[in-house]
């Protein structure tokens, strides 16, 4: 079986490649670079351009599955998908998001570049054997939130302590996704992939004190406040004022978790607090956990 991803140095992808691998699949994949950094030896890697179709054409030839990245493949995703279909490629599995029936103007991460709705779409209408991953909070996202304030000190200045999240490790993200590329289990399938535990801003941030052996601190930051804040840091305006709006949508209700993850791997999805484990060296000055 040969496996085409995009996005494979990416989140997701990265610990994908991993269990593709180990699960005995070749992978190929797709890099704007021509040599894609930090995939280990043994993965074809082919230059091209996935929100481009044309770029990737030859790289298709010989693929059973194809993983579609929403960021990697941008408005493509159709293109990419019909493409895929003419030569010969079987199956789909597109990473979307929980969100993906808001709004479009209400899903931040669209003005980060993600098509979440136009990669389930082209997968769900390609003709082929499909799935669509409905991903939740990515618990690797706390780092960008919030790693560097921990890194230097114990208080956190943040918007909306109250707002709750279902923070998922990318591992089960790619672990389902691995499920959906090597079995027919998931096709035609729309899964809802969140963490285990609905948690709020200010019970993450106790609970990275509490595997770090530090107290920390949640100081409250009026909206436009935190909008300046992360904007000062680089993140773009359009993206921020979205996500902090949609901070004020969700304040005070928790979100429902659900056990689909625990139903496509026979376990429970890791906790907020084991993937803070994995991740120390994010916070503190520590080496990862491997």
Do not use: C
Request: proline content about 6%; aromatic content about 4%; cysteine-free.
């Amino acid at each position: 079986m040969m496996i085409l991803l995009t996005g494979a140095t990416g989140t997701v992808g990265r610990p994908l490649v991993d269990l593709l691998r180990g699960a005995g699949a070749e992978v190929r994949a797709v890099s704007r670079e021509a040599a894609a950094a930090g995939l280990p030896a043994g993965v074809e890697v082919v230059a091209g351009d996935p929100s481009r179709p044309d770029t990737v054409a030859e790289a298709l030839d010989g693929v059973t599955a194809l993983f579609l990245h929403p960021r990697a493949v941008g408005d493509a995703a159709t293109g990419l998908a019909a493409l895929a279909r003419r030569r010969g490629v079987r199956r789909i599995v597109a990473l979307s998001a929980t969100n993906v029936d808001d709004d479009p103007s209400e899903q931040p991460s669209r003005f980060a570049g993600d098509r979440n709705r136009e990669a389930e779409k082209a997968a769900a209408g390609s003709g082929l054997e499909w799935t669509s991953l409905r991903a939740s909070f990515f618990a690797a996202n706390t780092i960008a939130m919030w790693g560097a304030q921990i890194r230097g000190g114990d208080v956190v200045r943040y918007a909306y302590p109250d707002v709750s999240e279902l923070p998922i490790h990318q591992r089960d993200i790619a672990a389902v996704a691995a499920h959906a590329l090597l079995t027919d289990d998931l096709v035609g399938r729309r899964v809802e992939l969140t963490g285990p535990q609905s948690l709020t801003h200010a019970d993450m941030v106790t609970v990275i004190g509490d595997v770090l052996g530090r107290s920390l601190r949640y100081e409250e930051l009026a909206p436009a406040d935190a909008v300046d804040r992360l904007v000062a840091h680089g993140l773009p305006e359009p993206f921020v004022v979205a996500l902090v709006a949609r901070y004020g949508r969700l304040a005070g209700t928790a979100q429902p978790p659900s056990n689909d993850v625990e139903k496509v791997l026979g376990r429970p999805a890791a906790t907020f607090a084991q993937w803070v484990a994995d991740h120390t060296a994010a916070f503190t000055d520590q080496p990862e956990r491997r």
